[in-house]
């Protein structure tokens, strides 16, 4: 099972009826936050919604406690290099470019008017 799909499973229970996944991703958080809470956010695209989770210090898949909720609109741009810097609402993270595939497909799927 690819990793983006393990996430995406994990995260099922957090998403509303009739809500379709576009992609999901991990990526390590760059500055530990007010409450000390480094290491792997996961993030679920949906066609309503961007999902961020924390995901602990070592597993890029697990799905734990529901960070951020915003609005699916963000484009989250072209990603180069071998981490890609991006920020989910207010959560900035370096993405591997094992997810860079994900990270175009989700913008893929929303408008080009957008």
């Known amino acids: 099972m690819a990793m983006a799909d393990a996430i995406i499973k994990n995260a099922r229970e957090h998403l509303a009826p009739g809500e379709e996944v576009q992609g999901a991703?991990?990526?390590?958080?760059?500055?530990?936050n007010r409450l000390g809470e480094g290491g792997y956010r996961v993030v679920v695209a949906t066609d309503r919604r961007f999902l961020v989770f924390r995901s602990g210090t070592?597993?890029?898949?697990?799905?734990?406690?529901?960070i951020e909720e915003?609005?699916?609109?963000?484009r989250l741009g072209?990603?180069?290099?071998?981490?890609?810097?991006?920020?989910?609402?207010?959560?900035?993270m370096k993405v591997n470019r094992r997810y860079f595939g994900q990270i175009r497909a989700i913008d893929d799927a929303l408008p080009k008017d957008r």
Do not use: H, M, N
């Open 25 to 32: 991703f991990a990526g390590q958080q760059t500055i530990r």
């Open 58 to 66: 070592f597993s890029q898949t697990a799905v734990k406690r529901l």
């Open 70 to 74: 915003s609005a699916r609109g963000q």
């Open 78 to 92: 072209e990603p180069t290099g071998l981490f890609y810097d991006l920020t989910v609402g207010g959560e900035k």
